[in-house]
């Protein structure tokens, strides 16, 4: 197996920057958005990274469109980055952008997203141990009985993914193959930030289980 990694993070967050017309800068920046002291796409990348440490992982890849100068720079210098040209055209081309740059040097690809913050590093584990186990199928993630995010697609799905365009990411790919994929569920993977208002809720949710911890 050689898996690579592509955290998805190009779009511009109208929707955001609709919710939060006070902000200004890299505050209306979803992508950079304030996420337990840390940018937002730095948390996501700081949960992926720990899976390098397997030998099957190769590279942790992050796409980048809508205001990729300025989130570059917040980036850790070792970070591979992709950068989208038709992020605008919305999530399926830049998927399948991502994935056609990467395909020769891959045997599987990890999709992840990069506002879903409250998906853990385990779960994201738990995706790779099961493709290890079941490398010819779909590992996806399975939430309130919707097939979403991240997943793992094995190379003979590659030329599918490549296909995608508009607005239509990995989702409908995960419905047509129903049968031939596994899911590990995830509760949390429900929650990505869309607006100011699911911002705050993550941080709540992010504040309520560090108070947890520190009880035990």
């Not at 690579?4 to 993070?9: F, P, Q």
């Not at 796409?63 to 980036?75: P, S």
């Not at 979403?148 to 094995?154: K, R, V, Y």
């Amino acid at each position: 197996m050689q898996v690579n990694i592509i955290l998805l993070a190009a779009g511009k967050g109208q929707r955001f920057q609709d919710s939060a017309p006070n902000q200004v800068g890299c505050d209306a920046i979803k992508q950079l958005a304030n996420i337990d002291g840390k940018p937002l796409i730095v948390s996501s990348i700081d949960k992926l990274q720990p899976l390098l440490a397997h030998d099957v992982v190769n590279i942790l890849y992050v796409t980048l469109g809508a205001n990729k100068n300025v989130i570059k720079t917040r980036l850790p210098a070792e970070i591979s980055i992709i950068a989208s040209q038709h992020w605008s055209q919305g999530m399926g081309h830049t998927l399948a952008e991502s994935v056609q740059s990467i395909k020769a040097h891959s045997s599987h690809v990890l999709i992840a997203l990069a506002d879903q913050a409250l998906i853990s590093t385990d779960h994201y584990q738990a995706l790779l141990c099961a493709s290890k186990k079941k490398p010819n199928k779909i590992i996806a993630t399975l939430c309130d009985e919707q097939l979403m995010a991240p997943a793992i697609f094995p190379e003979k799905y590659f030329p599918q993914l490549i296909k995608l365009q508009g607005d239509k990411g990995a989702g409908q790919l995960l419905k047509q193959h129903a049968l031939q994929k596994d899911a590990i569920g995830c509760s949390k993977a429900k929650l990505d930030i869309d607006t100011l208002a699911d911002l705050e809720q993550v941080r709540q949710q992010l504040k309520h289980s560090q108070q947890e911890s520190n009880l035990h």
